[in-house]
């Protein structure tokens, strides 16, 4: 008898062990699969402009984390887009959207198994200079859910845009260096910073989605991307944290301008973190690539200690396109061709990390 009580002793403990450690891990794992779990819960649309081109905007907001998504394309409908997004339902959202902006006929979605698929007919054949895809997290201050957006623009007078395979499939963070409640350095008209920095953001966004990249924007808007008047140590995790929760994030890159109490000082510079080889040889060729396209005295590569840099777990670099505190070089950053110039240059060093 003695025996049968141990046994049935233990049997009580273990029993009770894997309860308790059952109720550790179930709420976790509740957690994570309600993150990964979708169901769409508004569709807008809006008409913008990007990189001088008019183009159509639409946001899909869902409940749960930031999604993640296929693309296709068939060659037999050549003016269909579709998005494929698992673990969603349609929820509220209409099935059949028509539209008569000129960029899009119409918009069907579906549900396919645990999916849900985006079918959007566009105006003109698909092609990868005509439309960018990008998710944006759930941002409680701004009352916005999770978002997937998608944006188709009208043709490019131009031609395509492309900076060689290599680019193709990567994921890349662009950080626009401050923004809302830290406009980062004034020049001598009242150009901001951060203003310079989004809008050659943006532009570098358009140009790899372009060439095939995943592009990972910390900001796509003129807002803080912790919070406002946050810390500057939470406001550069918070950028940090951006490229870090995805694993396939080759490249971080941080845009900046410089700024000095000389109104002579000039130049252009790039940094990366001491002792990151691959952030050296990353800072590297977009100097080189910078120097060419901007003809601006090249201050060179650098090493330095910011956190960005410190704190990102891909190769990283840091890129100060001019001064903003010069008159001419300040005009320069105003100057949508000079913008885009500069926005090509650094594709075309990121290209060459690829190579």
Known sequence: MNNVFRWARWVGVLVALAAFITGLCLPEAAQAA?????????????????????????????TGGEPRYTVKTHSYL?????????????????????????????????????STQIAVELANPVTRDNYRISTLPAERRLKKPAR??????????????????????????????????????????????????????????????????????????DVDVY????????????RCDVANRDSRTALFLSIHCNAFSSPSANGMETYYSAGSRNGQRFATLLNQELAKAGGLFNRGVKTANYYVL??????????????VTNYR??????????????AAAIVRGIARYFQ
């Open 227 to 238: 919070a406002p008047n946050a810390t500057g140590k939470q406001e550069l995790q918070a």
């Open 329 to 342: 070089e300040e005009k320069l950053l105003r100057s949508e061709a000079y913008q885009n110039k500069l």
């Open 310 to 323: 410190r704190h990102t777990n891909m190769p990283a670099s840091l890129v100060e396109l001019a001064f």
């Open 34 to 62: 309600q993150a990964d779990e979708h169901k769409l819960n508004y569709f807008q649309t809006s008409r913008v402009k990007i990189a001088g081109r008019n183009a159509l905007r639409i946001e899909i907001g869902m």
């Open 148 to 221: 997937i957006v998608l944006e188709i623009m009208e043709p490019s007078k131009d031609g395509a845009f492309s900076a060689g395979p290599g680019i193709k499939g990567k994921t890349i963070v662009v950080d626009a260096g401050h923004g809302g409640s830290d406009s980062g350095a004034v020049g001598p008209t009242g150009v901001m910073e951060k203003t310079v920095t989004l809008s050659v953001a943006k532009k570098v966004q358009n140009l790899l989605t372009q060439s095939g990249a995943r592009v990972v924007m910390t900001r796509t808007r």
């Open 78 to 114: 050549r003016q269909e887009l579709v998005l494929e997004l698992p673990n969603t339902q349609r929820g509220r959202v209409k099935s059949y959207i028509p539209m008569t902006n000129g960029l899009a006929n119409q918009v069907r979605i579906s549900e396919v198994g645990n």
